[in-house]
């Protein structure tokens, strides 16, 4: 990054800050902050609420996670749409026929305190660690790509979101997501733009779908019954349904989004924007990963996208070695290379097959050399993390687009995490103030006095967040990560939840013990699967708390009736 990109960043990210606490000044109640007056139209709760869920991991890790698996993730927003279109008719037509603030407190309504506190518990808890991630992942891959010192990353990030959230609540958050959606998708077909630009020079775009085909990278689909693996179209449809379902319906984070809507109308106008769109956009952001993949057909590619592991092999007893490895690399590369274009022009379809076998083979022999990488950094050093996917996008970021444009996505990346994590916080703060501030510590107090109260709590999740990021680790691909924290939680969630809607024989008492057994389990699930006693997609946990919440709560509740 030179001078120009810097400029160009400071100056993007300081107008989206701005313009967020200039728009909403002069807030004068706790409705006005937490829910804007009830005065957003459609377009603004779609482009909150697609941002809401778009991180900046979104846009680091997706493309990476594409080039080293394919793009089988879309599968994972399968069940979005029909998940939307249950929370439009069934969830919202309550939530504004109760006028509430957080999804929560039709919990007591409908079962009693302690269910209530139990469901905004388990939201804290999931979404507090999250807020954390969406501001770690971006500093760290910042950090590490650009050199920076990532206690500054972290703080400037955390700091710039703090500002205009504390200032303007709800309609700054809405207000600024509708900019920085502007920017993250501007910044994103540039950079498609310049892939293609440098593929193109050697061959079309429908060759280089079709090597990406090839090479296994274009398989979005697979039928496979299998639980052990974690992106089929089935655990999409019925899993990611319940993950989505549970997300949209009862995070306040997105429920937060769209209770801020005029009316009933323009709320599910902005749902039904998501539905349309969001799996489309997820499809050209793994695409961009693909292309991503194709180019580096041509251009060599690092053996290991993160540099710093390499840094420490270069200095270690292995180097030797490293360089060895390397060498051979890069020759597989330049064959790789060769062997693509002899493919795309041959037209005899013996030999044409031939050529695709070999490119299949050699394909492979690149990823066993990156492999062998990858073990001997854990030779060297067993506590560096040799997970490198997620610096693939900025790598041909860094390495290949003009200066300026450099500084552009750099915003988009930072956009991203602010504008995510601006959301977590508002909502955080509202499940916060309303639930237990309000409900439990300071019953009644004049509606000022909550205002501030909620800037504060703000403030506070604002510095939460910031600690999380600072103790957070990268244990696998963040964007699979956010969604693993979100699947242990979400299920039990939404299982009380439709419990109160469908069940209506099921009272306090019987959810709140189901609850608590079903999270428990859940838990337990988790870490019998992360160590290795059996094998099961984390989508799957999302189904599994639902399941266990529902039907424990309605044996519950027929063993209350014998005992009466």
Not at 34 to 60: D, E, P, Y
Not at 72 to 77: K, L, P, S
Not at 144 to 164: D, P
Not at 170 to 185: E, H
Request: charged content about 15%; glycine content about 6%.
């Amino acid at each position: 990054m030179n001078q120009l990109d810097f400029l160009v960043l400071t100056l993007t990210l300081l107008a989206i800050v701005t313009f967020g606490v200039w728009k909403t000044r002069g807030q004068r109640n706790l409705e006005s902050y937490l829910l804007g007056n009830h005065r957003m139209k459609w377009s603004t709760i779609g482009l909150s609420v697609m941002a809401t869920q778009a991180s900046a991991i979104t846009f680091i890790s997706t493309p990476g996670q594409a080039y080293e698996s394919g793009m089988g993730f879309v599968q994972n927003y399968f069940g979005l749409p029909l998940a939307l279109v249950i929370v439009s008719v069934f969830f919202i037509p309550i939530y504004f026929k109760l006028k509430v603030y957080t999804a929560y407190e039709y919990l007591e309504r409908r079962f009693d305190l302690k269910t209530r506190m139990f469901g905004a518990f388990l939201f804290l808890i999931q979404r507090g660690l999250a807020s954390g991630i969406t501001i770690y992942a971006p500093s760290l891959i910042l950090s590490t790509i650009l050199e920076w010192n990532i206690s500054y990353t972290i703080l400037g990030t955390g700091t710039m979101v703090i500002i205009y959230t504390v200032s303007g609540g709800t309609k700054a958050v809405s207000i600024t997501q509708r900019q920085q959606m502007g920017v993250i998708m501007g910044g994103m077909f540039v950079a498609f733009g310049y892939i293609l630009y440098y593929v193109t020079d050697f061959i079309s775009l429908t060759e280089a779908i079709e090597v990406a085909g090839i090479l296994g990278k274009t398989d979005a689909i697979d039928f496979d019954f299998s639980f052990e693996k974690r992106y089929t179209i089935w655990s999409g449809l019925m899993a990611g349904l319940v993950l989505q379902l549970s997300y949209f319906g009862t995070d306040q984070s997105q429920v937060q989004r769209y209770l801020a809507g005029k009316n009933i109308k323009e709320s599910r106008m902005g749902l039904m924007f998501n539905a349309i769109l969001k799996i489309p956009m997820q499809f050209f952001i793994l695409f961009v990963g693909v292309m991503v993949y194709v180019f580096y057909i041509f251009y060599i590619p690092p053996i290991h996208f993160n540099d710093q592991s390499l840094v420490v092999i270069r200095e270690s007893v292995a180097r030797d070695q490293l360089i060895t490895i390397e060498n051979s690399y890069n020759d597989l590369i330049l064959k790789r290379k060769n062997l693509t274009l002899s493919y795309t022009e041959e037209s005899s379809t013996v030999k044409k097959l031939q050529l695709k076998n070999d490119l299949i083979n050699i394909d492979a022999e690149q990823e066993v050399m990156r492999n062998n990488v990858k073990d001997l950094i854990t030779k060297v050093d067993p506590e560096l993390s040799t997970k490198d996917s997620d610096y693939v996008f900025l790598t041909f970021i860094l390495g290949y687009l003009p200066n300026g444009f450099i500084g552009l996505l750099i915003a988009v990346i930072l956009s991203a995490s602010m504008s995510s994590t601006s959301s977590e916080l508002n909502s955080l703060a509202s499940t916060s103030t309303v639930d237990l501030y309000q409900r439990i510590i300071k019953r009644k107090d004049l509606d000022k006095n909550y205002l501030s109260a909620s800037k504060w709590i703000t403030f506070i999740w604002g510095v939460l967040a910031i600690v999380f990021a600072f103790i957070a680790s990268n244990s696998e691909n963040l964007i699979e990560t956010v969604n693993i924290i979100g699947s242990v939680f979400y299920g039990t969630i939404l299982g009380i939840f439709l419990v109160a809607f469908f069940i209506k024989r099921v009272q306090g008492n019987a959810v709140f013990i189901a609850a608590i057994i079903a999270e428990s389990m859940v838990i337990a699930c988790h870490f019998l699967n992360v160590n290795g006693y059996f094998s099961i997609g984390y989508l799957w946990y999302n189904a599994i708390g639902v399941f266990l919440t529902i039907i424990i709560a309605w044996l519950l509740s027929f063993l209350e009736a014998k005992s009466l």
